[in-house]
């Protein structure tokens, strides 16, 4: 049998996964994305496309907000769904609703949010550190959708992970932990090459994901690169200097959902799409409206295209009321208003747009409970700050 790592990249038709990304990676985010790598392939690939992080007590609990954030496309396949969570049962109960319920093929954790919020408690890219649970996550997670998928007799929900390098400098735990999350059987492991310290200032780290490769090489599970991919380019350059069997792409794709087409034909030797000029972009900007206006209404739908506004529109030459009024739009006829006044024979910028957006805050110490640190095997004084870790939390 294949390892199940390399047969859900297999179902994408290209190693090329959406990371998630809280506020970003919707239904109707998710549907742009795949449609361009559909485009671009004759239908041929579309990659994998994983949900906004979800709160595995919210879903537990069942909450509205929660449950439509889970939704997905008729056609979307595999169904990726990301899960954060901090205590084993209870992310176990999540994975059991997802796989029990039949709503998703593909689980995802995440060990890597770096929001002081959630690292104060012990919760996102803290976490690996306290080794024992860390494992004991991973091991619920994976015991229980294999269990719950045979129960229906079904086909088994993968799982996977996601983390970031360490804490920081001195508190390396990727090794560690990805070795962990092979052995208690994770599908594959995609790794961030910055420590939590980092958040999303410097470059990330490439060698961290090749030495990781090297390291998961005796149990044959797939590691995924994730941090820095701008372009189609940087993808492809990754996979060459790392090895990895994939690549995880976050901010590069945030106003460029296109750069999946160009990713999809990429590793399938096809002519890659040009970059668009500002028709173009201006025509996919109405489409991710529309999208957002389905899936999230006519009130909330262009209320949330306001933050993508700014990276559509990176490096062009754009009046500024144009900017300012596109960014303060309370429908679609207003957006498309808009769009009609743009100078819209303006070919793609160049270098100058394809730089980092999106979160790019420079590092610092990163919040922690008090002593978090001192011991990898002590729990007991932090099940306190642990169990309040998933508490109003989104973003990673
Ligand atoms: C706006 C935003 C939201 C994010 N939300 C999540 C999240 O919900 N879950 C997660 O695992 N990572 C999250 N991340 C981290 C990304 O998935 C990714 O690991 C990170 O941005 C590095 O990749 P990149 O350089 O390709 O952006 C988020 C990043 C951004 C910029």
């Given at each position: 049998m294949?390892?199940p ?6 179902r994408?038709?290209v190693p090329v ?5 809280a506020?970003?990676t ?11 790598a559909?485009a ?9 496309y994983?949900?906004e ?5 919210a879903l537990?609990?069942?909450?509205d907000?929660?449950?439509r ?10 169904r990726?769904?990301q ?6 049962a209870t992310?176990?109960a999540a994975v059991?609703l997802?796989v029990d319920?039949?709503r998703a ?11 002081p ?7 996102g890219?803290?976490l690996?550190?306290?080794r024992g ?9 994976v ?14 929900v993968?799982?996977?992970v ?8 001195e508190?390396i735990t990727y090794?560690?932990a990805?070795?962990a ?5 994770a ?6 090459g ?5 958040l999303?200032?410097?470059?990330a ?11 998961l090489?005796p149990y044959?599970?797939?590691?995924l690169?994730n941090g820095?991919i ?16 994939g690549?995880?792409?976050?901010r ?9 087409g160009?990713?999809a034909?990429?590793?399938t030797?096809r ?11 201006a025509?996919?900007m109405h489409?991710h409206?529309?999208?957002?206006c ?10 949330d295209?306001?933050k993508h506004?700014?990276?559509y529109l990176?490096g ?8 300012q009024?596109l960014?303060?739009?309370d429908?679609?006829d207003?957006i498309d208003?808009?769009l ?12 100058v ?18 002593g978090w640190?001192?011991?990898?095997d ?12 998933e ?5 990673g």
């Amino acid at each position: 049998m294949t390892q199940p790592g390399y047969e859900l990249l297999a179902r994408g038709g290209v190693p090329v996964v959406l990371a998630p990304m809280a506020g970003i990676t919707n239904r109707a985010f998710r549907r742009l994305a795949r449609e361009q790598a559909r485009a671009a392939t004759g239908g041929a690939a579309t990659g994998i496309y994983v949900t906004e992080m979800i709160t595995s007590r919210a879903l537990v609990e069942r909450n509205d907000e929660t449950l439509r954030m889970i939704q997905t496309d008729p056609d979307e396949s595999p169904r990726s769904v990301q899960l954060y969570g901090v205590d084993p049962a209870t992310v176990a109960a999540a994975v059991h609703l997802l796989v029990d319920e039949d709503r998703a093929d593909h689980i995802d954790l995440n060990f890597g949010c770096p929001v002081p919020k959630v690292t104060r408690k012990g919760g996102g890219s803290a976490l690996p550190w306290k080794r024992g649970l860390f494992r004991a996550i991973v091991r619920s997670a994976v015991t229980t959708a294999d269990e719950t998928a045979r129960a229906h007799g079904r086909e088994p929900v993968p799982v996977t992970v996601k983390m970031r390098v360490g804490v920081d400098d001195e508190h390396i735990t990727y090794l560690e932990a990805g070795r962990a999350a092979a052995e208690e059987g994770a599908a594959w492991v995609a790794l961030h090459g910055r420590t939590a310290s980092q958040l999303y200032g410097g470059t990330a780290d490439w060698t961290t994901i090749a030495r990781l490769v090297e390291e998961l090489e005796p149990y044959g599970v797939p590691v995924l690169g994730n941090g820095d991919i701008w372009t189609h380019r940087h993808a492809r350059r990754m996979v060459e200097q790392t090895g990895a069997a994939g690549v995880v792409v976050g901010r590069g794709c945030l106003g460029r959902p296109w750069l999946f087409g160009q990713l999809a034909a990429s590793f399938t030797g096809r002519d890659i799409p040009p970059d668009p000029g500002l028709r173009e972009v201006a025509a996919v900007m109405h489409h991710h409206a529309e999208l957002l206006c389905d899936v999230l209404g006519d009130v909330k739908g262009p209320r949330d295209f306001r933050k993508h506004i700014a990276w559509y529109l990176k490096g062009f030459a754009v009046r500024r009321d144009l900017r300012q009024g596109l960014a303060l739009a309370d429908s679609l006829d207003e957006i498309d208003d808009y769009l009609a006044q743009l100078e819209l024979d303006q070919p793609w910028p160049g270098e100058v747009s394809e730089g980092p957006r999106g979160r790019t805050q420079p590092g610092r110490r990163v919040a922690l409970p008090d002593g978090w640190l001192d011991d990898p095997d002590d729990l007991e004084g932090f099940l306190d700050d642990i169990s309040a870790a998933e508490l109003s939390v989104s973003g990673g």
